[in-house]
């Protein structure tokens, strides 16, 4: 079955804390893709990043960084040095290599609200 | 380079009627897909359209149908609408069926069903 969980259903921090967004997924393929969009309050979905199965490697972007773990399904995404405008929704999304049409699953996603 | 455009932006219906969503690509992309965001819940899925074809559907009853044009814009169609409809509808769309670099969304429509 393929099913994506983000446990954490809303954060609040304070301006300049350092914060992590939990993903877990399953999957039975063993190609696959991982990303994270962020949704502000005009709804549009703003890829962050993606991530096949066969890299492992941990990515920074600036102050976003993401840490992907095969051995426990897992690819939480950090933000430092948090920022009023980072509030939004989080969504960790799995892509199976193998199903039908590029379809998306998307986890109930983290709602961030950083507070000056 | 625009976007993907939805619309309309907002939209109200009554439970029953027939509603038309359109969505316009990226251009030179040829993959379309459809999701539903109820409030509150992620993005589930609902169809892909590639080459004016249909590549996926997802769990969705038959009153949800779309098509794809040959300028690959793109419409959803729902009949019979039911209050359990009302959501966002986000349209994403990728260069090929199966994009490894992200698909890019739209803004979304907001149609509320009462």
């Known amino acids: 079955a393929q099913k994506v969980t983000q446990a954490q259903t809303e954060i609040s921090v304070v301006e300049k804390e350092d914060v992590t967004l939990d993903c877990v997924y399953e999957?039975?393929?063993?190609?696959?893709?991982l990303f994270w969009y962020k949704q502000p309050p005009s709804g549009e979905l703003v890829f962050l990043i993606r991530r096949n199965s066969f890299d492992e490697q941990n990515e920074i972007s600036g102050r976003y960084s993401w840490n992907f773990q095969k051995s426990t399904s897992s690819f939480n995404f950090t933000i430092t040095a948090s920022q009023v405008v980072d509030s939004a929704v989080y969504f960790c999304a799995l892509s199976e290599a193998g199903n039908q049409g590029g379809k998306l699953i998307f986890g109930q996603g983290t709602e961030l609200s950083v507070k000056p | 380079d625009a976007g993907v455009t939805q619309s309309p932006t907002h939209l109200i219906k009554t439970r029953g009627q027939q509603v038309t969503l359109r969505c316009s690509p990226i251009?030179?992309?040829?993959?379309v897909s459809w999701y539903q965001q109820v409030l509150g819940q992620g993005p589930q899925f609902i169809f892909q359209?590639?080459?004016?074809?249909?590549?996926g559907r997802g769990n969705f009853p038959d009153r949800f149908s779309a098509r794809q044009f040959p300028n690959y814009s793109s419409e959803l169609n729902v009949n019979a609408l039911l209050l359990g409809d009302s959501a966002l509808y986000l349209c994403?769309?990728?260069?090929?069926?199966?994009?490894?670099?992200?698909?890019?969304f739209g803004s979304g429509t907001r149609l509320t069903v009462v």
């Open positions: 999957t039975r393929d063993t190609t696959y893709y």
């Open positions: 359209y590639y080459e004016k074809e249909e590549r």
């Open positions: 251009s030179g992309h040829k993959s």
């Open positions: 994403a769309s990728s260069p090929s069926r199966q994009d490894n670099y992200g698909y890019t």
